[in-house]
């Protein structure tokens, strides 16, 4: 019979590998975009486990074994495929129905905490990364299980082996004797932040790349399909064919009907297994009750990826195509969903009514019909597209996996999503983070009824340094200004108009918007009074109304070298005693971020051609109001703080019991008991007092939904509280702070230890510390309450498919 805590833990691990309660298998993507199943192994595994290493060759056996026995196939599959004992877990690697690779871990009888690994890869798969893969997975299980260090030997001559290990991103102890490496590295932790840090880069950069090959099968496709064009014109399968062929894709295009010879004249196949070739990308828009069908024919023929465009598929059918998409290989985006367009290489597998054009804003949308909205106004605006994917019910590609495509594409300049769900909110932060500092990535703050959830994700948008916009135009118009201008150096805005209330109208939106008014002086003030005798130039600065053109253009360009002025706002309107100000606005020279509201234009906003060296497009946005176009400039500025601000670092505390502090909270679930409470907090360092001494009265919570993770809230009195997700950074914890508690050290400490807590403890869901009282001699806490669930923690960072 076997254990109960061993029969557990490896259902729990069967568990965390697929992220499915009930399943036992995960899906990960290779560093060729190939997709493997990882599972643990069972005794129904011997036969491949044992054909596996037979057909390894005698180099490949003598690597592993450090022998050559005909037996070792034999042993080695009876010892990795039977059932689970203490301390011993191992994975397979699945290519189809093949296993490709075999990775284990042993403890150690006297060191529990201690594991030795052994890795073995099928000699036609070496060099795709299924060592590696299978190391992080084998990681991120020991890590879940207390396990702190692993251990290997490896041959000398054993390269590949030891560049695995080399490469993790973890820190490797290497002790040499008679031909064998004796390897030794500590696994990442959150007590050494860095470690943890470089290991989990150094993961990402490999999902990058496994990514995009992936990817590069349904935004760079050599050949498509069209399943379920129609003869008759107007229906969504003959829209994305018609689409497809105007738009002048070079690729190779076939179309499937099974009731047609031809549609417009293009010869139609029967059916998916008659294509001369698998073809790299199938765009599927056929009835609900056929998708299955059609999506295991493609499986057969070697499709790589699939567009599903058909809508009304139930949660059975939809966990169906994901299963047929797994199987086979192949990337999937929807269903329900509008399909996916690359202008630059004249695909439009869409069904919108206009090409998108050509440039540089990739775009991903859930909402397929906002989609295409903004695809227009940014061709319209001269911005264009670099690839557009609507994602639909996102059973497979999603947000995360489009940020890292436009990463190595070497077209897109700035990212735009409308993600209404996120499978994994840590993940997107992590990567989001990481695109942000290159280049912006926009969103819309939709759906902003529930108020914890709202919460979440708008300290999630603002520590991944995502520019948040409240509205589908606001989005546009904050688009229009970071695709055509140098990210704001500062806060400091120059406002020069030829309409005096116009500019304080702008004025006003800097106030409420967080930027601060130029005020010219000294030399800069005396030039701007001779150009504008008549005018005001204490700032904003207002010309005449019938200001000419020339006039307008050298004020603009005499603020723009003042050193104080981080960016412009030109206003105008012009009029028949006027010279043409638009062109001022054009022809001005000036490199810090300029941005023109033009009163009487009926865009909302539009670029304006121009030729200075500040403007990465050569354009400047136009806009219908001021303060369209500072706050524009507003959603910019904080961008540029944030990428200007220090990364933040999470400080190691010596003094935290973790092991006593896990007993405590896998105890009865509900609301701990005072002393249970006390005790907790006591592991991470937090003492409660019984009476409060003066000082400013806090309140510190944790809420925990385990979609985003542990939320901390700050709230002073009746000020509005501040929020962030945790991990918490030094920076992090000073940002709750701002205000009149910005700069205390003990309270920093304080929020850090209880991110720390949140983090470890997946369990606890609920944590008040209230009141909190901030003094002179340091931070104390009077009341607590906390409440823990069951929870099984689940590896948000692990590479693997959804």
């Known amino acids: 019979m076997l254990n109960k805590t061993l029969l557990t833990d490896t259902m729990s691990m069967a568990q965390e590998l697929s992220g499915t309660k009930g399943t036992s298998q995960v899906y990960a993507l290779l560093a060729d975009g190939t997709t493997v199943e990882i599972r643990p192994a069972g005794p129904g595994d011997f036969d491949a486990v044992k054909a596996m290493h037979q057909a390894m060759s005698p180099d490949n056996t003598y690597l592993r074994f450090f022998n050559i026995s005909r037996l070792a196939a034999e042993t080695e599959a009876r010892r990795v495929c039977r059932d689970p004992v203490p301390g011993q877990v191992t994975l397979l690697a699945l290519c189809g129905a093949e296993v490709v690779g075999v990775a284990s871990y042993v403890t150690s009888q006297d060191r529990t905490e201690q594991a030795e690994v052994a890795f073995a890869v099928a000699d036609h798969m070496h060099h795709k990364g299924i060592a590696t893969l299978l190391l992080e997975h084998l990681v991120s299980y020991a890590r879940s299980h207390q396990i702190t260090t692993f251990r290997a030997e490896t041959l000398t001559e054993n390269k590949a082996m030891l560049n695995v290990f080399a490469d993790a991103g973890l820190p490797v102890e290497r002790h040499y004797a008679e031909g064998v490496f004796e390897l030794t590295f500590p696994l990442p932790s959150e007590d050494a932040g860095p470690t943890l840090d470089s290991y989990l880069d150094a993961v990402a950069e490999r999902e990058r790349h496994a990514e995009a090959a992936s990817l590069r099968h349904v935004l760079a496709p050599d050949s498509v399909v069209v399943i379920g064009a129609s003869r008759r014109r107007g229906t969504v399968g003959r829209a994305i064919l018609d689409n497809i062929r105007a738009c002048g894709y070079a690729g190779r295009l076939y179309t499937v009907n099974p009731r047609a010879r031809q549609i417009g004249g293009e010869r139609c196949l029967a059916s998916v297994l008659d294509l001369p070739e698998p073809a790299d990308l199938a765009v599927i828009a056929v009835p609900p009750a056929a998708v299955l069908q059609v999506a295991g024919q493609c499986g057969q023929r070697g499709v790589r990826s699939l567009v599903v465009i058909t809508a009304g598929l139930d949660t059975a059918a939809c966990a169906d195509l994901l299963a047929v998409c797994r199987r086979h290989g192949m990337r999937l985006v929807g269903p329900d969903c509008f399909g996916v367009a690359v202008p630059g290489i004249g695909l439009d597998a869409t069904f919108a009514a206009r090409p998108a054009r050509p440039g540089v804003a990739g775009l991903v949308m859930q909402s397929g019909g906002l989609g295409f909205a903004l695809v227009d106004h940014l061709s319209r605006l001269g911005i264009g597209i670099s690839s557009f994917a609507s994602v639909g019910d996102k059973l497979d590609v999603s947000g995360n996996d489009m940020l890292m495509w436009w990463e190595h594409d070497g077209l897109t300049r700035l990212a735009l999503l409308y993600i209404e769900q996120f499978g994994n909110p840590r993940k997107f932060a992590r990567t989001a983070r990481r695109v942000s500092r290159s280049m912006p990535v926009l969103t819309v703050l939709a759906d902003r009824s529930g108020q914890t959830s709202l919460f979440s994700r708008e300290a999630l948008f603002e520590q991944a340094g995502v520019v948040t916009t409240r509205g589908f135009g606001e989005l546009i118009q904050a688009t229009a200004l970071l695709a055509t201008q140098p990210v704001p ?251 009149a508690l910005e700069g205390d050290l003990a309270l920093r400490d304080l929020l850090l230890r209880v991110s720390r807590l949140a983090e470890d403890l997946p369990e606890v869901t609920d944590l008040d510390l209230e009141p909190v009282v901030a003094g002179p001699d340091g931070v104390v806490v009077v009341n607590a309450r906390v409440k823990v669930t069951p929870y099984e923690p689940r590896d948000p960072f692990l590479r693997k498919l959804r």
């Open 489 to 739: 150096a500062g806060r400091n805005v120059a406002i020069v108009s030829n309409v005096g209330s116009a500019g304080v109208l702008a004025a006003d939106a800097c106030a409420d918007l967080g930027l601060s008014v130029h005020h010219p002086h000294g030399l800069t003030r005396r030039r701007l009074r001779m150009l504008v005798p008549e005018g005001t130039v204490t700032g904003p600065v207002e010309t005449p109304a019938p200001v000419s053109a020339e006039t307008f253009r050298r004020c603009l360009e005499l603020l723009a070298a003042d050193e104080d002025v981080h960016a412009i706002v030109a206003i105008v309107l012009p009029t028949g005693a006027t010279g043409d100000l638009v062109a001022a606005i054009e022809a001005a020279d000036i490199a810090v971020p300029l941005a023109a509201a033009v009163l009487n234009q009926p865009e909302s906003v539009r670029l304006l051609p121009c030729s200075r060296n500040g403007s990465p497009a050569g354009q400047v946005p136009a806009y219908g109001s001021p303060e369209a176009a500072v706050r524009a400039l507003a959603r910019a500025a904080g961008y540029g703080a944030w990428r200007a601000e220090p990364r933040g670092h999470m400080p190691a505390f010596a003094d935290i019991r973790t092991a006593d502090a896990r007993a405590l909270v896998r105890s009865e679930p509900g609301w701990l008991a005072p002393g249970q409470t006390a005790e907790l907090l006591r592991c991470y360092g937090i003492p409660l007092a019984d009476l409060a001494p003066p000082g400013t009265e806090v309140t510190v919570r944790v809420a925990d939904d385990h979609v985003f993770g542990s939320l901390v809230t700050l709230a002073v009195g009746d000020a509005p509280p501040t929020a962030r997700l945790t991990p918490l950074t030094d920076t992090d914890a000073d940002k709750l702070m701002r205000g």
